[in-house]
């Protein structure tokens, strides 16, 4: 008998658990990397301020040639902050073309801003995986996402029984969903378990689609 494949979570701020294997979430004004564990980084909209951008964006340029960073982000776009959206666009943008310079995935933060994001996609003809994380929206939203070739990763919400991420995760095409704990602090096996029975599927199965996934998108071997 095979081993069973671990546990895998795409954004976390945490990364505590031992037997999970995660995508540790570093803010950008970190201040030591994690040996020999996996990571993403990016700026985030929430701290974009005139002085920083420019060194955030070198720390990036700087990073990503390491082995472990195996995605830029979370960044994207908010619509519901006091940072102006035409800055947060542009540095959005220019994380987009240092990860597809890199060939490198993208986890997104996207508030109230999913055309933006696709037209930006289209424009910009990317081809490397771009993921929204912590998505919990309508039916309608996901479609339009899923056709135009994101994947999608849900967390949390799928622990309420009406939240949207438990009502569209059954139309999400299992090559296309990732599961995340993101800031809270709760297990990734909660959150599989909660995904497997909504979508009727044992969490062994599940745990393998998402590590086929995880290699295909990260590629890691
Ligand atoms: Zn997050």
Not at 100 to 118: G, L, M, R, T
Not at 125 to 141: E, M, R, T
Not at 147 to 165: R, T
Request: aromatic residues 10%.
């Amino acid at each position: 008998m095979k081993n069973p494949v671990s546990y895998i979570d795409i954004h976390t701020h945490h990364g505590f658990e031992n037997d999970v294997l995660y995508l540790l979430n570093l803010p950008v004004d970190f201040q030591t990397i994690p040996i020999d564990k996996f990571f993403t980084t990016g700026v985030h909209p929430w701290f974009i301020t005139k002085k920083n951008v420019k060194a955030q964006l070198d720390l990036i340029n700087k990073l990503i040639p390491n082995k472990n960073m195996l995605a830029i982000g979370e960044c994207g776009l908010d619509k519901l902050i006091d940072v102006p959206y035409s800055s947060q666009e542009r540095i959005f943008i220019e994380q987009l073309k240092i990860a597809e310079e890199n060939k490198k995935p993208v986890i997104i933060h996207c508030v109230k801003a999913f055309d933006e994001v696709i037209k930006i996609k289209k424009e910009m003809k990317l081809s490397v995986p771009l993921i929204f994380h912590g998505f919990n929206n309508n039916k309608q939203i996901a479609n339009q996402l899923l056709k135009n070739g994101f994947y999608i990763s849900l967390g949390k919400a799928l622990l309420k029984n009406n939240s949207n991420a438990s009502k569209i995760i059954s139309i999400i095409p299992l090559e296309k969903l990732f599961l995340e704990t993101d800031d809270a602090d709760i297990s990734i096996k909660t959150i599989f378990t909660a995904a497997a029975r909504y979508l009727q599927i044992d969490t062994e199965v599940l745990k393998e689609q998402i590590y086929i996934n995880f290699k295909k998108v990260f590629k890691h071997e």
